[in-house]
């Protein structure tokens, strides 16, 4: 297992560059075989219903990409129009605030050079933001190309989709009879945890994406659409995507109104959305159903993006669902055993 282990880690590592549209037609035809199963038990055959699936995936997204993608690109040039305006207003607020701190707590806590330090930061910081987004929206097809995007993973998708059932009767035939009753039940056990989380957290961004995109929009952010869907898509990664967002939202709200009153109607909507999430949204789609917790998850992510760039963020989640599976399984296994059952002799 573990000589497994290293040679999957290796390939993945020699061939990273070419295997991210096979992982991602694989995530693909993994999400949609639940779907494509119940409809070949109505009688439709399997062919076919991986053919209406990825043909109804693929025109969805590009009804997005038509009717977002000029839109985001608009709000790209609002962006850096506004930037040098937006840092101003930010740097002033920020100055008033520090000066209103230096009358109250005295010069000896705050004093010049600090307040200075601190509105330049600021202003960087709000560059480097607007930047980002303008290079992640201008060139996002640098991470994946368009002829991966259009042509080899709906490919991929479709044949791994139309012969799922067939792939994994002939991976079980291959399992070690005297194991593959347990293996059987370690596979069932990771894909009830992975297809809850992944199913579950993806319909969960889809939601914010709307809802932030909708509620920013509302208060009359300016940047509203592009932050309300990259803050929704953010939520993939717990907490940290939500404040990354909150904290982005805050500064541009800041840099446009140039008031608390604007500010505070921008940190409503953030914490609407994070009640929403937490106490409906959460618990609905996803319940007691996954076991995977978010600080594992959130160093699964970071993790397989510094390894394997962009494929490792798309097979961190499963690694992550596998290894917490085997990690239960070792604990309830020594738990039974006689290591920790037998109790300590005493005596001679």
Known sequence: MLGLAATTL???????????????????AYFLDPVATRLTRMGMPRGLAA?????????????????????????????????????????????????????????????????????????????????????LIGGGYALLSVFTLVVVTPVVGFYLLRDWPRILRRVESWLPRRYAGTLRQLAHDTDRVLSAWLRGQLLCCALLCVYYAIGLSAVGLELGLILGIASGVLSFIPYVGSMTGLGTALLLALGQFGTWEGVGMVAAVFVTGQIVEGYIIYPRLLGDRVELHAVWVIFALFAGGVAFGFLGVLLAVPMAAVIGVLARYWLRRYLESPLYLDPPRTGL
């Open 51 to 135: 053919l209406l699936l990825l043909g109804g995936m693929m025109a969805a997204a590009l009804l997005v990409v038509l009717l977002l993608y000029p839109l985001l690109i608009a709000q790209v040039g609002t962006l850096l129009a506004r930037l040098p305006s937006y840092v101003a207003s930010i740097g002033t607020a920020v100055q008033d605030g520090l000066a209103a701190l230096e009358e109250r707590l005295g010069p000896e806590v705050m004093d010049t050079r600090l307040r200075d330090l601190a509105v330049s930061q600021v202003g960087a910081i709000l560059a480097f933001l607007g930047t980002a987004a303008t290079r």
């Open 10 to 28: 290796l390939l993945l590592w020699l061939f990273s560059a070419i295997l991210t549209p096979f992982v991602l037609a694989g995530c693909i």
